[in-house]
């Protein structure tokens, strides 16, 4: 089997919303499947961040592929690369931060297809999921979303960042 | 690896040292698979005991290899930790320990799941063994990860069925 197509490309962060202690905006990742001899078991994320203590979060973590079902998306608009959130044409950053909203509601359904791990983050665990949609925008570009559920009831490092690639 | 076996298993907690904030002695959790065809994707804990918070958790079925144990005595299951047989305890301990040493390794075969605990997460690994027991009873292992640089609810319980 050959990997899968969420392998196959380098995933920018293009809003880091509520999640910036973990990666800045512009920061890459790539995710590796184990195994490139039949179907991974897991991946590993290699993130490259400006930031070294961001990126000693992300050193030697690995992902699941876990759920049954993959969520479907309907972005109605294309993300301007080129611009940061708040710069984005009307409507835009909304349509995206609704998006990532309603897969954050979904992600603790364990039959939500979903690549899960975690990370440890000021001494205790957050749950981090990430939701790779080819050809999801308007323009065709492929999109992801990772969240990130870390503490209860308050909300520090809770919450969703997106982007897409280079 | 094939869990299949696993379905509708309930576990009883035969010890609980160094976890006794998520499991106490006597407590039990029954795997419910999400499917009866085919391998399940996940199993929802269902939980009787002390702590509700495992009740409506989930467990994904992680990882390759299924990791091997050797215990050499069976556990009795009429006395707590600290009035086993001689040897026993220890026995138990060591393979309890081990099995913890390899919680962070991916490849690992096992049931990973996350309690929130005092407003964060446990990371919870759970190892499931048939005939692990000299006298062929089942074994299972439940390691927890909460919070690092501490040993406040990080650590192992074990069981076996009621």
Not at chain 2, 50 to 69: C, E, L
Request: glycine share 8%.
């Amino acid at each position: 089997m050959s990997k899968p197509w969420f392998c196959k490309r380098r995933w920018q962060i293009r809003d880091n919303s509520g999640l910036d202690d973990f990666f800045d905006i512009g920061d890459t990742f790539k995710l590796v499947p184990n195994t490139t001899s039949g179907k991974p078991s897991f991946f590993w994320i290699r993130f490259k961040t400006k930031d070294p203590e961001k990126s000693k979060l992300w050193e030697d973590r690995y992902f699941y592929h876990v759920g049954v079902k993959s969520p479907k998306t309907s972005l109605k608009h294309a993300w301007n690369d080129s611009k940061d959130p708040v710069s984005q044409a009307n409507g835009v950053k909304p349509d995206f931060d609704r998006e990532g909203l309603h897969l954050q509601s979904i992600s603790d359904n364990p039959k939500t297809g979903k690549l899960e791990g975690h990370i440890l983050f000021e001494k205790h665990w957050a749950i981090i999921r990430i939701f790779c949609f080819s050809r999801a925008q308007l323009d065709k570009k492929a999109w992801f979303s990772i969240n990130s559920s870390y503490q209860v009831p308050a909300f520090k490092q809770d919450g969703t960042a997106h982007g897409d690639p280079p | 690896m094939n869990y299949e076996w696993l379905s509708s298993q309930s576990w009883t907690v035969r010890d609980n040292t160094a976890i006794d904030g998520l499991l106490d002695m006597g407590d039990t959790l029954t795997l419910e698979p999400n499917t009866l065809a085919g391998p399940p994707e996940f199993f929802e804990v269902f939980y009787t005991g002390k702590y509700p918070f495992w009740n409506g958790t989930f467990f994904y079925p992680v990882g390759v290899n299924a990791p091997k144990i050797t215990l050499h005595f069976n556990w009795d299951d009429s006395q707590p930790p600290g009035n086993q047989a001689a040897g026993v305890y220890n026995d138990y301990k060591a393979v309890a320990n081990a099995l913890r040493s390899h919680a962070n390794d991916p490849q690992i075969a096992r049931l990973l799941g996350y309690v929130q605990v005092e407003g964060h997460f446990a990371i919870v690994n759970l190892f499931c063994f048939q005939k692990a027991q000299p006298n062929g009873n089942r074994w299972f292992a439940i390691d927890s990860q909460w919070s690092y640089a501490s040993t406040r609810q990080d650590g192992t319980a074990h069981g076996d069925p009621p």
